[in-house]
């Protein structure tokens, strides 16, 4: 093949794929696009959480291709299943073939347990992880050589904030039901340590393996010590624990769940139940028109499907855009240089709220500060977010969770 004809075919393969993902074909068009691999909960006790985190994603590249691409070429996206922790193949399987199809970004896993699964696997082939929904405490301290990031903050923030919540409530004995994951032993160890600096007792801490179904006995156990509420670290065993607590005669409106399981109950047969109980989720003020754009774009992508809960919708799509912009700071879209900017790009004096922004702060020489949907992130040496906005949740009459509060969790003891 002559080198003209191999010009023309190499022009002819760009083009297609930036049509392929609604982007106008960039004038320097021989540019190698930011490849983002997205590992996401297609299957398994956390599935429910798949399409918020997926939308998320999915709007943070459209809104970047429409604002012109990164460094010459429109971003893409490839989504895979990371299923449960107990079948630990599947995800290491799925971030295999991303890294194999090139990305230079594996986004998700969206549980502790997965990414710890993978985690080496991605930092060893220096390319950057970035997680919106990661927060055991593990990830602080882990040997990533600086290639592990997170928009969500640790179980330490969300367990300071719900451990306070619990006591303020006027509950002075708490019994604590807990998925046996890195999630739930993050959580519950946090949870347990400020109910009891508070002057409160914990009087059982029951764990259950993910996937349970039979909560019988261990809602049992719990009421058997005598609680006067109780917390429910879960995913979505959820819908079997609950039951099992309405069953056994507890109140609904002294329950407490997590950010793994607090989504609207509304369609469930034990939607009422839930009145008056609370939940935590890492999350800023609301923003219906953000949620609005999300779901609209959601059903789009996805043959009309409607997008009805938002956990870590915000943080999805505020990984996507930090990574994007640090590979227009670096001008180079390999892991080692986009690893080598994020920090900056949330530290700059320059505040933006938006990839389109941030890339013209950019180009004009400016350092920017990107604050995003979910908040600001302000990574810290660790690749954590430095501040966390943790999200008070009640539920109504018929079982929709209502924002309440939103607590700034560093200001929390």
Same mark, same amino acid.
């Given at each position: 093949?002559s ?14 794929t930036?049509?392929a993902?609604g ?88 549980s ?19 997680? @919106?929904s ?9 040997? =990533? ?5 997170r928009?969500?903050?640790? =179980? ?19 019994a604590?039901l807990?998925?046996?994951s ?31 179904s ?12 005598g609680?006067?509420?109780i917390?429910?670290? @879960? ?10 607590i309405?069953?056994?005669?507890f ?10 399981n ?34 609209a ?27 994007a ?9 390999d ?5 080598n ?6 530290a700059g ?7 389109k ?10 350092t920017?500060?990107?604050?995003g ?6 990574f810290d040496k660790?690749g954590?977010p430095?501040?966390? @906005?943790?999200g ?10 209502a ?8 200001a929390?003891?």
């Open positions: 093949m080198n003209t004809r191999k010009a023309l075919g190499a022009v002819a393969a760009l083009a297609a930036a049509l993902f982007a106008a074909l960039p004038a320097h068009a021989a540019a190698t696009p930011l490849k983002f691999g997205a590992l996401i909960p297609q299957t398994g006790a956390l599935a429910f959480l798949g399409a918020p985190i997926q939308a998320g994603y999915q709007l943070a590249v459209d809104d970047i291709n429409a604002a012109g691409g990164v460094n010459g070429a429109p971003v893409q996206i490839k989504f895979a299943d990371e299923a449960d922790s107990s079948t630990p193949a599947v995800v290491q399987a799925s971030a295999k073939s991303l890294l194999s199809w090139g990305a230079n970004v594996v986004l998700g896993a969206a502790s347990s997965d990414s710890k699964n993978v985690i080496n696997n991605i930092v060893a082939h220096k390319v950057v992880q970035i997680s @919106s990661n927060t055991s405490p593990d990830f602080t301290t882990w040997k =990533d050589n600086g290639f592990y990031f928009t969500a903050p640790s =179980d330490f923030a969300q367990g300071s904030v719900l451990g306070n919540q619990v006591v303020a409530d006027g509950n002075r004995k708490v604590i807990y998925q046996d890195s999630y739930g032993q993050g959580l519950e160890g946090k949870l347990s340590e400020v109910v009891k600096a508070k002057g409160a007792t914990v009087t059982a801490a029951l764990k259950f393996t993910t996937g349970e039979n909560f019988k006995s261990l809602v049992s156990k719990a009421i058997a010590s609680p006067d509420a917390v429910l670290v @879960s995913y979505d065993e959820s819908k079997k624990a609950i039951p099992a309405k069953a056994a005669g109140k609904g409106s002294k329950l407490y769940l997590v950010d793994g607090t989504v609207d109950y509304s369609t469930n047969s034990f939607g009422k139940y839930l009145a008056g109980a609370q939940g935590t989720t890492p999350t800023a003020a609301e923003d219906k028109a953000f949620e609005a754009r999300a779901a774009n959601y059903a789009t992508h996805n043959k009309g499907k409607k997008l009805a809960d938002f956990t870590y919708t915000a943080a999805s799509y505020d990984a996507v855009v930090a990574a912009l640090a590979a227009v700071e670096a001008k180079a879209n892991g080692t240089s986009i690893k900017h994020l920090t900056g790009i949330t004096s320059e505040k933006v709220t938006s990839f922004d941030g890339a013209a702060a950019i180009s004009a020489g400016k920017i500060h990107y604050n949907f979910s908040g600001p992130i302000d660790n954590d430095a501040g966390a @906005s943790i008070v949740f009640k539920y109504d009459a018929t079982g929709k969770p924002l309440v509060k939103v607590v700034a969790a560093n929390v003891n």
